[in-house]
């Protein structure tokens, strides 16, 4: 028996330029108004968290900072320290909001370590539950994704609105 999995919005990742004529994915310029559609759950000064639109799990959360540079060498010591302090927030909101039992929270710099947008450094943060590896993810690169990600990212707005 063979069994079929359909995930059409695979299709978009897969045909889109990682790095888009329209600009840097990462670089949220001055309209907040686009930020739902961007999945941009917080800008600050110097950085910003947003939803990943292909996540490996639910609540995985892209912390970047705010100004374009591809290397944690090219930051100030300000958005370092401001960077850091965002992902330290970011993962105690999925705490309160989600319950993960862990978290993998990691940074690729450069194509070759995995970065997907090389030109705009950021960190991932991918909540864990006991049991949320499957036989799926192993054998066909196929993730099971309980929640549509805009129910996710309506969940944790209110938490970087505070």
């Known amino acids: 028996m063979t069994t079929v999995l359909w995930a059409p919005w695979r299709m978009e990742y897969?045909?889109?330029?990682?790095?888009?004529?329209?600009?840097?994915?990462f670089c949220p310029g001055e309209d907040r108004k686009?930020?739902?559609?961007?999945?941009?759950?917080?800008v600050g000064d110097f950085s910003m968290v947003m939803m990943n639109?292909?996540?490996?799990i639910n609540g995985h959360l892209l912390v970047a900072p705010v100004r374009h540079v591809?290397?944690?060498?090219?930051?100030?010591?300000?958005e370092k320290l401001d960077l850091l302090n965002l992902v330290s927030i970011?993962?105690?909101?999925?705490?309160?909001?989600?319950?993960?039992?862990?978290?993998?929270?990691?940074?690729?710099?450069?194509?070759v370590a995995g970065a997907g947008?090389?030109?705009?450094m950021h960190?991932?943060?991918v909540p864990r539950w006991n049991g949320d590896t499957n036989y799926m993810t192993v054998l066909g690169d196929v993730?099971?994704?309980?929640e549509h990600i805009v129910e996710t990212y309506h969940r944790l707005l209110p938490y970087y609105e505070s």
């Open 34 to 42: 686009k930020d739902e559609s961007r999945l941009i759950l917080h």
């Open 90 to 111: 970011s993962v105690e909101i999925l705490k309160k909001a989600m319950g993960p039992e862990g978290f993998n929270v990691g940074l690729n710099l450069g194509r």
């Open 117 to 120: 947008v090389e030109g705009h």
């Open 143 to 146: 993730r099971v994704i309980p």
């Open 70 to 78: 591809r290397g944690l060498e090219l930051l100030s010591q300000e």
């Open 14 to 25: 897969i045909l889109s330029d990682q790095e888009e004529e329209a600009g840097c994915i």
């Open 123 to 125: 960190f991932h943060i």
């Open 53 to 56: 639109r292909f996540p490996y």
